[in-house]
């Protein structure tokens, strides 16, 4: 075949990419991967094919979609350059070679610019003839012919230009896939399976070429262990093991050295966000269970905790942690507890202050069963001592008053300090008292208290209180579960007996002895409900009004209500409004009390602080859940948040309202129209949640979404919404509403409701809105019944346009016996539309006519 015919046929190929038919495009997409892997791809080509693949990532069929995403891993594995296609080394080489150009370019190239710089006025001048110089002999380059004849000079001028054109190629390939990442994660977002699979391969072999669109999309796809799918679970930890444990090319069969591994894992995890830390854990769990990471690399992470510093050894820890979820053996034992102490809560990390290792320490130490008090044990002695280290990192004793950052950092430490507390300590609560006291007399043991030491004590005070509520709800559940087991064994025994009596002969004393088994049992059932009142009433009243814990409520109202505004530490209000909210979510009754001083400080709250108003939003939320009838007064408040200036507060606040709405803890009432202008926000997140919400809520069998409706036009319409965001809004709510009754009854409260309107361009989106209804027979009659209510508005431009639109699409599917009713309608819109124009137009000109 001759290359004339060649460069037509591949011509053809580009350009039926785009045939209407999916099928044709699928066998181009192949036909291209067939080329490519056979090396019959031109390397002139190479980026026109990387960009068409990619181009049909956004194709509607998933079949094209499919083999667009093979097209380019085939192109990566095929590619011409080097086995890396990390962009920095070709950059780097790059500049080496433009200054390697420069030296020997010709030397007429050299004297012309010389002589042009000469004329320069500014920097750019310079620069558009160095470029245009550089063009000059690129160009120069390309047309020395590679000879016996060449002299050494030209030769290596030749040679320079050609490594140039090598690494801009490069460049320009990675490039292409760069700037193509947000495609490559929307396809992991996507609902069909193959193109989550799809996208999960090509990212593996991204990888291994060091793609940095890789790590983020590996980071990305962490997120599907969640998947409600166990193929797409699956094929992410397949991808996990290729990129972090297995060889390249071994398809995960072979592991890679255990240095390597455990070096991958340290990097993974050091860069990870606390999102991505909760998809790294679930992987490694399934990925210990299954035995499929080596014992040999734990030694190393072990040696990696005692050995290194900063961020490595908490990197280090927290590893061990999530392996410690699926394998408690890993953390749980003498010789590695003493390690974990020294390594975590020792002298290093005291004299450091090294927050993220104590806090990394204590999530380790969440994996070890609770202590049993044997002096003799060297386990127990040991945890002894990590208890009290816990102690001392919960009160914050190593931190300093005058550095901020110090007690940020604290905050975490302290929290995982106490989580750890409740799980390893035989008394939990003797532990947090001897630390609460401990802080009050450090805190108000001077004339003067520091605000971030005040800070510190009531985040201790909340989550102390927060997680004493766990600990004796907990402590409830063992002691029902203890007596249903007893209360069962006690059933199986009566029936034991009963059917060993209904089989031996009948006798008068049969009624008797069955009696004292009932009334035990009655007596047990008697029990477990005064037990259950009991745990309420210590929950209830307990922890905060009887406890060490009420003696400083008190306090920690007054801060928050920062009467006068004497307390003006951002740290200190942010803590203390947390700590209320702790305290709230115990007691009923300390919630009902305080609800106006957190709705009081939420609205009083510093506009640049934007953590305290999205904590106490989240708060509100956990309240709602809890407590639903204290805090349904207050419902109105919690939505106005969804028009707060802060992006952060306001995607909260609607992530709070979605849970509790789906999970029917509020009721979906008028103020519903604050989300549904959430679709329109400027936040992308904001408006794909509240598509969400529609979305779910229009799956129930009753649709709410319909009884919704009429009040969300009717307050959408009356503010000051731009027409355009209002009929987006309406338009994708109206596409729920998919049964003829409700698009007939639709049809007639929207008619009813023109009279009421108070401005024409009410009455217009009110047309709008019916247009986008699936209009049938019977609301054709409706609409033509009804015609008196809306006729005064026909003059308007937009009404009359949208009642045309109904009847175009009438004419479509009217039945033989509805085309009288349907044209007469129509005549009365043609009417009584000229006679509002005619109207109109009187009226501005007797308006001129009075000037």
Known sequence: ???????????????????????????????????????????????????????????????????????????????????????????????????????????????????????AEDEDAVRQIEEATLAAAIAQGETLSDTEDIVPEDAEFRSTVQALKFAQSALDFIDEFEGANKVFQGMLLSANTSDVTEALRFFVRARHFNLPCAITGMKQALALMWSTEQAIRDEVLAAFVEVFIAAPGTEGKEPLPDNQIAHNLLVLVGRATVSEMASIEEALGRLVKDERIPANVFLILWSVASKASGNARAAALLILSMAGSADRSIVDSASRLRLLFEAGLGD?????????????????????????????????????????????????????????????????????????????????????????????????????????????????????????????????GSVRRANAAKSLKKQELADRAKAEMQSAPSNSGDDEEEDPIEAELGIAAEIDAENERQMAEIVDKEILCRGLISKF?????????????????????????????????????????????????????????????????????????????????????????????????RRHTLMVLTHLILNDMVKVKGQVCEIA????????????????????????????????????????????????????????????????????????????????????????????????????????????????????????????????????KAKKAAKPETKEVLEDWEGKLHEFASIGEENQRAGKNASKAKK
């Open 348 to 476: 290093f990390t005291e004299e450091r202050r090294d927050w993220k290792t104590a806090r990394a320490a204590a999530c380790a130490l969440q994996r070890v069963g609770r202590a049993h008090v044997d002096p003799s044990s060297a386990k127990y002695i040991v945890l002894e001592q990590i208890i009290e280290r816990l102690c001392m990192v919960a009160r914050g004793d190593w931190c300093v008053d005058e550095n901020t950052n110090d007690t940020l950092a604290w905050f975490s430490a302290a929290e995982q300090a106490i989580v750890a507390l409740f799980v390893i300590s035989p008394e939990p609560e003797i532990a947090c008292a001897e630390i609460i006291q401990g802080m009050a007399t450090s805190t108000f043991g001077d004339d003067e208290c520091h605000s971030l030491r005040l800070a510190r004590f009531f985040f201790v005070l909340g989550h102390i209180a927060m997680k004493l509520l766990v600990y004796t709800e907990s402590l409830s």
């Open 677 to 808: 202008m959430c679709l329109q926000d400027e936040d992308p997140r904001i408006r794909d949640m509240s598509r969400l919400l529609f979305h779910e809520l229009s799956k129930r069998s009753n649709n709410p979404v319909y009884n919704l409706l009429p009040d969300i036009i009717s307050q959408l319409s009356q503010l000051s919404l731009p027409k355009d965001e209002f009929r987006r809004i309406m338009a994708f709510l109206l596409a729920f509403i998919k049964k003829e009754k409700q698009n007939e009854m639709l049809v007639d409260k929207l008619c009813h409701r023109f009279p009421k309107c108070q401005s024409i361009s009410q009455k217009a989106d009110l047309a709008f809105c019916i247009a986008q209804l699936k209009i049938n027979d019977r609301a054709i009659k409706c609409l033509s019944d009804l015609f008196k209510l809306y006729k005064d508005a026909l003059f308007d431009d937009d009404v009359k346009k949208s009642f045309f639109a109904i009847v175009t």
């Open 553 to 649: 409520g008190p306090l920690l109202v007054r801060v928050v209500g920062s009467e006068g505004g004497k307390f003006n530490s951002d740290v200190l209000l942010q803590s203390a409004t947390l700590a209320l909210c702790k305290f709230m979510c115990i007691s009923s009754s300390f919630c009902e009390e305080h609800l106006p001083l957190l709705f009081t400080a939420l609205a009083n709250a510093p506009l640049d602080d934007t953590t305290l108003r999205a904590n106490t939003v989240i708060a509100l939320g956990d309240h709602a859940f809890r407590f639903p009838n204290e805090v349904e007064p207050y419902t109105p408040r919690v939505y106005a948040c969804l028009r707060d200036g802060s992006t952060t507060v």
């Open 1 to 119: 075949v001759s290359s004339f015919t060649r460069a037509a046929l591949l011509d053809i190929l580009a350009e039926r990419v785009h045939d209407v038919s999916s099928f044709t495009r699928v066998a181009v997409l192949k036909a291209w991967i067939s080329i490519t892997q056979n090396g019959a791809l031109p390397l002139e080509r190479l980026m026109l094919v990387t960009s068409l693949a990619i181009d049909r990532l956004q194709d509607k069929t998933v079949m094209v979609r499919r083999s667009s995403m093979q097209l380019l891993t085939i192109l990566l594995e095929n590619n011409p350059f080097m086995g890396s296609l990390d962009p920095e080394p070709y950059r780097t080489k790059l500049q080496e070679i433009y200054v390697a150009l420069k030296s020997c370019m010709p030397a007429e190239l050299i004297e012309a610019q010389e002589e042009a710089l000469k004329d």
